[in-house]
């Protein structure tokens, strides 16, 4: 019988201790580190931190603003080989713009590369692969004919939160693996199934299992300021996916919604019923809505939100005696409340 005495922890369980530091300044923090993609021999630069892939939040236009800054964006996987050329034409940048996938085929993979390097001579360099279930066999299956197919693609995958599920995705042949189930702000996989586990948790249990593949995790979920960022990190992620920090900004093209004389944006979970109204016609009858919409008020231009993020991690380092994201981990020192 599973032993069920054990406290599970969310970010908001945790804080962290600060230490003598010879960092006198935020000034002095350099937040773009180095991320090693094992699988495929190729390494990353920048600040890892990853725009999801939402509708609203994942989208061209957030991309070539997070991209100014160092940081990621994962693009939402239902835009066109052609969509891809134009951004690309108008200054994306592939090395920190990724192409995401949900449960496809090699095919429809390699039918995106081949259209690309056909129109502009070049394909993605990085990719994500995510679903809300990464323990079924045919997700596996999928990672591993894209890494036979293209051996030096950068894939990161997910999502799981349990160590067997990261070392499957491993195996697999991902570089880094996806975590984080039902802890999503517009995610109700928990109250529909019963299935999750807290975040900051599920972290933490499965640092151990990806170092053993010298690869990384991406932690996605729960993240609802700088704050958790920087738990995240401390916990041992590599990348820090984002979702409802960075919604309700122009560059997520959500329409303006005028409400008691305030405006706001819509987020919705890309398991709601709204995200599958959107792109399938409909919630399939033989499964139910996993994600809620909610509204956020407008927020502007995404710049000033991700400059304050940037500014409380370089305020974390400055705490713990870390000069860059990467030393976080191993300068922190977790205490739960």
């Known amino acids: 019988m599973t032993n069920i005495d054990d406290k599970k922890l969310q970010f908001d369980d945790v804080l962290i201790s600060p230490k003598l530091s010879n960092i006198n300044s935020r000034k002095e923090v350099i937040l773009d580190t180095v991320v090693e993609f094992p699988n495929s021999g190729i390494s990353w630069e920048g600040i890892p931190i990853m725009a999801s892939n939402m509708d609203f939040v994942g989208t061209f236009e957030m991309g070539l603003s997070l991209q100014d800054f160092n940081v990621t964006t994962a693009i939402s996987k239902f835009y066109s080989p052609n969509d891809w050329v134009n951004a690309v034409n108008a200054g994306l940048d592939l090395d920190f713009n990724f192409m995401t996938f949900g449960l496809d085929n090699i095919k429809k993979i390699h039918g995106f590369f081949s259209f690309m390097d056909k129109k502009i001579s070049q394909i993605p360099k990085f990719i994500v692969f995510d679903v809300p279930n990464g323990y079924i066999d045919s997700f596996h299956s999928l990672i591993s004919d894209t890494r036979k197919e293209f051996p030096r693609l950068g894939i990161m995958a997910g999502n799981v939160v349990t160590p067997d599920g990261v ?4 195996d697999s042949g991902a570089d880094g693996v996806k975590v984080g189930i039902g802890s999503g702000s517009v995610c109700s996989t928990t109250n529909v199934t019963g299935v999750g586990y807290p975040q900051m948790s599920a972290i933490i249990e499965c640092v151990d299992e990806i170092n053993k593949f010298s690869g990384f995790i991406i932690s996605d979920g729960g993240v609802k300021s700088s704050a958790d ?76 939100t991700i400059t304050e993020v940037l500014g409380g991690l370089r305020s974390a380092c400055t705490y713990i005696n870390a000069n860059n994201i990467g030393e976080i981990s191993s300068n922190a020192k977790l205490i739960r409340i």
Do not use: T
Not at 167 to 170: L, R, V
């Open 167 to 170: 070392a499957k995705i491993m």
């Open 229 to 304: 960022v920087v738990k995240a990190y401390a916990g041992g992620s590599g990348f820090v996916m984002v979702g409802s920090l960075l919604s309700g900004h122009s560059q997520g093209l959500a329409p303006v919604i005028l409400k008691d004389n305030k405006s706001f944006r819509q987020l919705y979970g890309m398991s709601s019923a709204e995200a599958m109204q959107k792109h399938y016609g409909g919630v399939a009858e033989y499964r139910a809505s996993e994600g809620i919409s909610v509204l956020v008020e407008d927020r502007g231009n995404v710049k000033n």
